[in-house]
């Protein structure tokens, strides 16, 4: 156990170094996020919106910048030739939960800017603060858990081809999306609330769960083969 999670923090450490100075996720996933919201600004104007479509609006901007910023977890392993390193020294559910911790502290920081720059362009009134950050962990969880595994598939099986994360990612996140959509529209309304997204959060639970404990089953014969 001790060797594991001395392997998962190792990979953890690396990759938050090694992001911290070339910033490319970091980049990518907030000039698109705020590039987004602002076209949006724009295109929206003085049009009051219902809080079903900003919801959808807000979710829609993080799952594209998540599918365009964390698609090279493992790519960059290739890159630098340390993909095998990793393979020999470490044990590969370590390996997923190290990706796996760095792709949640990414998406967890773009929601929070994100967040703060939809409320500001488009004008958006929250009700329920505790609600919409619940709705936002658990969403970054069951897409980071999503996110990780699919890069690695791609890394592995499809030559490094990034640009098939988003094709990959949109099917499997469905559940996902409509779950954070409700959960993020009852936060933004004062008359509905935690009792009313009940069901949408246990889904994001759930949701999460099953894709991690499925990443976790299907990740060593992904990573090894």
């Known amino acids: 156990m001790k060797a594991w999670l001395r392997g998962f923090w190792a990979v953890f450490e690396k990759d938050i170094k090694l992001e911290l100075r070339a910033r490319y996720a970091i980049n990518m996933l907030l000039l698109f996020a705020l590039g987004a919201l602002v076209v949006m600004a724009f295109a929206v104007g003085p049009t009051p919106l219902s809080a079903r479509?900003?919801?959808?609006l807000l979710w829609t901007v993080l799952?594209?910048?998540a599918a365009v910023g964390l698609g090279r977890a493992f790519i960059s392993e290739e890159e630098r030739g340390t993909m095998l390193l990793l393979q020999l020294n470490l044990r590969p559910g370590a390996v997923y939960a190290g990706k796996l911790?760095?792709?949640?502290?990414l998406l967890l920081a773009l929601n929070l800017v994100a967040v703060?720059?939809?409320?500001?362009?488009?004008?958006?009134?929250i009700a329920w603060p505790g609600l919409l950050m619940l709705t936002l962990v658990l969403g970054s969880i069951g897409l980071a858990g999503a996110t990780t595994l699919l890069s690695a598939l791609i890394a592995r099986a499809a030559g490094?081809?990034?640009a098939l994360l988003p094709v990959l990612l949109f099917p499997v996140l469905v559940p996902l999306l409509l779950s954070a959509v409700e959960a993020t529209r009852s936060a933004l309304l004062v008359a509905e609330g935690w009792a009313t997204a009940a069901d949408e959060l246990l889904t994001l639970v759930g949701f999460g769960g099953a894709v991690i404990t499925a990443a976790v089953?299907?990740?060593e014969y992904i990573w090894l083969d």
């Open 160 to 162: 490094g081809r990034g």
């Open 63 to 65: 799952l594209f910048a």
């Open 101 to 105: 911790l760095v792709n949640f502290v």
């Open 53 to 56: 479509v900003q919801a959808a």
């Open 217 to 219: 089953l299907l990740f």
């Open 116 to 125: 703060g720059a939809f409320t500001v362009l488009l004008r958006v009134k």
